[in-house]
Nanobody, 121 residues
Framework: QVQLLESGGGLVQAGGSLRLSCAAS????????MAWFRQTPEKQLELVAR???????DYADSVKGRVTISRDNAKNTVYLQMNSLKPEDTAVYYC???????????????WGQGTQVTVST
């Protein structure tokens, strides 16, 4: 099994920055794409950014120009640098990884427990 542990959430004023980290651990054979999603009580789960194993990123229109996703394959870690934060960025942010735990296991999706990001006015 692959476990994902997020860190870096918290309370920040509008216009501020936060850096989220997500470290994968456990039995890991290969990690394919990784991503960050977010969810508020009013909205469905929303893709924020994703990145391929080769490092190609993709962003939601709502965060383009303000957010950078990156990954360190040697550390099995994905990062989300968020700048110019807005109150509407307030949400629980979830880490996602598509991975194989062993050579012989099926590729499946894994999720972290989530980290709260709150942006105050």
């Amino acid at each position: 099994q692959v476990q994902l542990l997020e860190s870096g959430g918290g309370l920040v004023q509008a216009g501020g920055s936060l850096r989220l980290s997500c470290a994968a651990s456990g039995s890991i054979f290969v990690i394919n794409r990784m991503a960050w999603f977010r969810q508020t009580p009013e909205k469905q789960l929303e893709l924020v950014a994703r990145i391929t194993s080769g490092g190609s990123p993709d962003y939601a229109d709502s965060v383009k120009g303000r957010v950078t996703i990156s990954r360190d394959n040697a550390k099995n870690t994905v990062y989300l640098q968020m700048n110019s934060l807005k109150p509407e960025d307030t949400a629980v942010y979830y880490c996602f990884a598509n991975a194989k735990a062993t050579r012989y296991s099926a590729t499946r999706d894994y999720w972290g427990q989530g980290t709260q990001v709150t942006v105050s006015t």
